[in-house]
């Protein structure tokens, strides 16, 4: 039986997202993310349902309890992220930013918009 932190490692190694990336997208620490894929801590069901959205597959998938059927995701809930939250999307890989990182990014993108 596939436990939990065996399924949430898989699915962040399938995107290629490190455990402090994950981390910092769920405003954890990378302690944490790791804990979970040893399956040393559990974490609250709330988190599981954060996951299985970000992740697009179901928590009965999560918990290894159902196969997602082919082709087939659930809608995901969207969950309010924080004010300060933000990520940078580049090759099919998700980048988390620091304030002052998409700050600078904004405004290199505005420039280069005007000169266009």
Not at 28 to 55: C, K, V, W
Not at 76 to 87: A, D, G, I
Not at 89 to 96: A, F, N, Q, S
Request: aromatic share 10%.
């Amino acid at each position: 039986m596939v436990q939990f932190g065996d399924r949430l490692r898989e699915l962040r190694l399938s995107r290629q997202i490190t455990q402090k990336e994950l981390g910092r997208m769920f405003q954890l620490s990378e302690s944490a993310i790791g804990m979970y894929e040893r399956n040393q801590r559990e974490p609250s069901l709330e988190l599981i349902r954060q996951f299985a959205d970000f992740f697009q597959v179901t928590t009965g998938y999560m918990l290894d309890h159902e196969e997602p059927a082919p082709g087939v995701r659930e809608l995901p809930t969207l969950y309010p992220l924080p004010e300060n939250f933000h990520m940078l999307l580049t090759e099919g890989r998700r980048i988390p930013l620091s304030e002052n990182e998409a700050l600078y990014l904004r405004e290199r993108l505005h420039d280069y918009r005007q000169r266009k």
